[in-house]
């Protein structure tokens, strides 16, 4: 395991008053807030601060982690020593309020590192905590996941296997991440952002009471060729110069297979033709547009530069910056 | 809370089958009704009905009922920050939606 600096994490010296660590925590925070940003690794580094703040901004934690880290360089191999945390109460308080994933695993609520863990014991969920009182029966929590699936998936509807981390709570009280694989029917006609609500499937209840349920937050993976805005898919499909200015019949692969498409003289660049009721399927399905792009052949070669000469002289007095 | 191998589990899409009480978007959003009642004054929900036990909140509001609360939580907003947050993202949205209706937008 690899030590790591939560200072360096935040960005503060390790003199840092509870103020600066907030305020830097905050700025942090509003910039990698995985509903906000949309950079790349914005869910892990948001993890990263989320988790340095849990630790910087509780006194305690913070001053345990002060103590045993002094000697320690982030990245170094890293091995709590033990009775690191003697003196300290928080191993096993484990409140864990204010966490939730937002790994795409999905299902637990919070996904600490494993040296978060190792120094400071796995946080109870909301789902392991709270809820029951003894002797009473109380239903289960409900858990929220989401899923990545192919759009073509949403063409056809699909039987997906995911794996899902959940909270489990053992006979002594801890709390691990068991993994739990599920099957699942993705609907035909399903759109990214949408929810499946699967009865259930969330944590068992207390007492005889019945289980929560598990919603499934739908995304797609990032396509090369294909744009989706709701029910509609774009697609762009290169012409060339002669095809856009005479008109042609081309053929254009669909997430539903190929298709043939006409297209009409005289069609610019950016010009969107509509096949109607072929986005995503439904009720009211979508449509797919084929925005036309122009590529020029490259005059590369004697013929193709007299061919561009020629051109010119046919048009002759054109601007096209007029 | 295992499914037998042979036979996917299936359930509704919430946003287009499902409509939510006040409690139940409590309940499956993990926050507190007098949070949710804010929102609502707020403008960030538009639940359908009059009285809060008449409230009637599409299956969209599940996703904005969650990132309120994230955005809550996380950033330290206030009601009208997060109303204000949501607008944004709204338009964020619509405006990166528009760039992928171009050619070669949106990536």
Not at chain 1, 13 to 27: L, N, P, S
Not at chain 1, 59 to 69: F, H, I, L, N, S
Not at chain 2, 5 to 18: C, F, N, R, T, Y
Request: aromatic share 8%; net charge neutral; with cysteine.
């Amino acid at each position: 395991m690899k030590f790591k600096d939560y200072y360096e994490a935040l960005g503060v010296e390790r003199g840092a008053t509870q103020d600066d660590i907030k305020k830097a925590y905050r700025k942090l925070a509003r910039k990698y807030h995985p509903d906000v940003s949309k950079l790349a690794d914005a869910e892990e580094r948001f993890k990263e601060i989320n988790e340095a703040n849990e630790v910087l901004s509780d006194p305690e934690k913070r001053a345990a982690y002060d103590q045993m880290g002094q000697n320690y360089r982030a990245g170094q191999d890293f091995q709590p020593p033990p009775g690191w945390d003697a003196g300290f109460e928080f191993r096993g308080r484990g409140d864990g309020g204010g966490f939730e994933g937002y790994s795409t695993g999905g299902g637990a609520d919070f996904d600490p590192s494993d040296f978060f863990e190792a120094l400071f014991g796995r946080m109870r969920s909301g789902a392991a905590g709270g809820g029951a009182r003894a002797g009473r029966a109380a239903s289960g929590e409900d858990h929220h996941a989401k899923i990545l699936i192919d759009l073509e998936d949403a063409y056809r509807g699909a039987d997906r296997t995911i794996t899902l981390r959940v909270p489990t709570v053992d006979a002594q009280g801890h709390v691990t991440l068991a993994e739990r694989r599920l099957d699942v029917h993705i609907p035909r006609g399903i759109r990214a952002g949408q929810h499946l609500r699967l009865a259930g499937q969330g944590t068992p209840g207390f007492g005889g009471g019945p289980p929560g349920d598990l919603f499934l937050e739908i995304a797609f993976n990032p396509h090369t060729r294909y744009r989706v805005d709701g029910r509609d898919v774009y697609l762009d499909l290169p012409l060339a110069p002669w095809e856009a200015a005479l008109g042609a019949t081309v053929d254009v692969a669909t997430p539903e297979g190929s298709v043939q498409l006409t297209v009409p003289p005289n069609s610019a660049a950016g010009r969107k033709l509509r096949l109607k009721g072929k986005g995503i399927p439904g009720p009211s399905p979508g449509d797919l547009y084929a925005v036309l792009t122009i590529a020029l052949p490259p005059a590369d070669a004697q013929r193709a530069r007299d061919a561009y000469a020629a051109f010119a002289q046919a048009f002759p007095g054109y601007d096209p910056r007029r | 809370m295992t499914a037998s191998p042979s036979q996917p589990v299936a359930g509704p899409v919430v946003e287009e089958e499902i409509h939510l009480t006040l409690v139940e978007l409590c309940r499956v959003c993990r926050v507190p009704e007098t949070q949710v009642r804010t929102w609502v004054g707020e403008g960030v929900l538009e639940p359908a009905g009059r009285a809060p036990e008449e409230w009637r909140f599409a299956g969209a509001s599940l996703r904005r009922t969650r990132l309120a609360s994230r955005l809550t939580r996380d950033l330290d907003l206030n009601p009208p920050g997060v109303a204000l947050a949501l607008e944004l993202l709204d338009e964020i949205d619509e405006l990166r939606a528009r760039l992928r209706r171009v050619a070669g937008g949106g990536r």
